[in-house]
């Protein structure tokens, strides 16, 4: 989707981790050229739960049964006319380009299959990577230098 708003849009992401092994998922992105985790906006008519759900199921071919979302921390669970969403476990704020930023709302997601999709939407390319072989993308410039900060630090955690 194209940017809703002037100066900021909220988007979802997810690092997605492989069901039986310490590797995550990445995608290389048409527009951008680098890989990345799997996520995009949160369209207007669209919370952040299902815009990651759609987002997920475009880019990668995980639909929600594939995967669990894993929270940092507990919290309430009230019964009512509210829906209680999960906790991302990473938020921020980063230039798209010159004039225009994203709110990023990061989950980290535990994949129940190795299977994806083989013509991912948006992407280029689509892969399980272990933290060497994400180093050396990064070593290329072929990745952000603040994912493999995060990737290491979901290493580090031993899910």
């Not at 759900?53 to 309430?76: R, V, W």
């Not at 603040?146 to 290493?155: G, H, N, P, S, Y």
Request: negative net charge; glycine residues 6%.
């Amino acid at each position: 989707m194209a940017h809703i708003h002037e100066l900021y849009d909220f988007t979802v992401s997810a690092f997605v981790m492989h069901p039986a092994s310490p590797k995550l998922l990445l995608i290389s992105h048409k527009k951008l050229g680098v890989w990345l985790q799997p996520g995009g906006h949160v369209e207007l008519n669209e919370d952040p739960l299902m815009a990651l759900h759609h987002e997920l199921e475009e880019e990668t071919g995980l639909k929600p049964t594939d995967y669990d979302i894993l929270e940092p921390a507990e919290q309430p669970r009230p019964t009512g006319k509210i829906s209680v969403l999960p906790l991302p476990f990473y938020f921020n704020v980063h230039d798209y380009n010159d004039t225009h930023k994203h709110i990023d709302i990061s989950y980290l997601v535990r994949s129940k299959t190795a299977d994806l999709t083989d013509n991912p939407d948006g992407a280029n390319a689509i892969g399980w990577f272990d933290i060497a072989q994400i180093r050396r993308l990064t070593k290329k410039g072929e990745l952000f230098d603040e994912t493999l900060q995060v990737c290491e630090w979901i290493a580090s955690k031993k899910f």
